[in-house]
C-alpha cells in the first residue's frame, strides 16, 4: 500500500524566515511525485511534479526537491501571502488504466507572520 | 479556458436524499475523478475515469455513483447521503498517460444532517 507523511503538520515561520517542510513516501514504482497548494475553501491548485531522485524545480520563493525515499518543499524568506497548506501526493504503479491515481498526505499548514 | 468547475458549491441534505454533484472541465482531459477531502484525513479518491464510457472505483467508493458519457462531464451522485458522507469534495481532471498533473475543482461542501 502506497503511503505518504508529511511534517511537520503545522508550521509558524516569521516573515523572511526560511524553512523546509518534508514528504516522505512508500511505493512500488514511483511514477511521479506532487507537490499542491491549498488555500482555504479552495480547491488544491498545482505547484510542481517531481518524476527522478536528484531532481529540483523552482517557483518563485519555493524549489521542491526529490530522493528515493522523501521531497523537500525550501521556502525561501516566505512572506503571508505564502501561508497555505501545502499538500504533497504520489502516484505510483504500472502505466496503464487505474494508474493515474494519487495518493495524498495530510498537508503541512503553513503561517507566516508578518 | 474556466478549467474544472464545479456545483453547487454548498449543499445541506437530510439522511436518505439523493443528489448529483456536477464537474464539468474544458481543457479535453481524459482521466477525470473525484475526492472527498475530511479534517485529519486528507484527500482520498472516490471514483475515477479515464475516458467516456469507462470508469472504476477508487479508495471510498460505498454510497457513491459515476457515469461518464461525455469527455467534458463527470458527475458524483450519492443514492441515499448518510451524515458520513459529510464532507468536502473536490473533482479533478488531467491528460492520461504520463504521470500528467491533475487539476482540481473549487470544491462542493457538502452537510447531512
Known amino acids: 500500500e502506497d503511503q505518504v507523511t508529511q511534517s511537520p503538520e503545522a508550521l509558524r515561520l516569521q516573515e523572511g524566515e526560511s524553512s523546509s517542510l518534508n514528504c516522505s513516501y512508500t511505493v512500488s514504482g514511483l511514477r511521479g511525485l506532487f507537490w499542491y497548494r491549498q488555500d482555504p475553501g479552495k480547491g488544491p491548485e498545482f505547484l510542481f511534479t517531481?518524476?527522478?531522485a536528484g531532481e529540483e524545480k523552482e517557483k518563485e520563493r519555493l524549489k521542491a526537491t526529490l530522493t528515493k525515499k522523501e521531497s523537500f518543499l525550501h521556502i525561501t524568506a516566505p512572506k503571508p501571502e505564502d501561508s497555505a497548506t501545502y499538500l504533497c501526493?504520489?502516484?505510483?504503479?504500472?502505466?496503464?488504466?487505474?494508474?493515474?491515481?494519487?495518493?495524498f498526505g495530510k498537508g503541512t499548514k503553513l503561517s507566516v507572520i508578518p | 479556458n474556466a478549467g474544472v468547475t464545479q456545483t453547487p458549491k454548498f449543499q445541506v441534505l437530510k439522511t436518505g436524499q439523493s443528489m448529483t454533484l456536477q464537474c464539468a472541465q474544458d481543457m479535453n482531459h481524459e482521466y477525470m475523478s473525484w475526492y472527498r477531502q475530511d479534517p485529519g484525513m486528507g484527500l482520498r479518491l472516490i471514483h475515477y475515469s479515464v475516458g467516456a464510457g469507462i470508469t472504476d472505483q477508487g479508495e471510498v467508493p460505498n454510497g457513491y455513483n459515476v457515469s461518464r458519457s461525455t469527455t467534458e462531464d463527470f458527475p458524483l451522485r450519492l443514492l441515499s447521503a448518510a451524515p458520513s458522507q459529510t464532507s468536502v469534495y473536490f473533482c479533478a481532471s488531467s491528460y492520461s498517460g504520463a504521470p500528467y498533473e491533475q487539476y482540481f475543482g473549487p470544491g462542493t461542501r457538502l452537510t447531512v444532517t
Open positions: 517531481l518524476y527522478s
Open positions: 501526493a504520489v502516484q505510483a504503479g504500472i502505466p496503464g488504466a487505474g494508474s493515474y491515481q494519487l495518493t
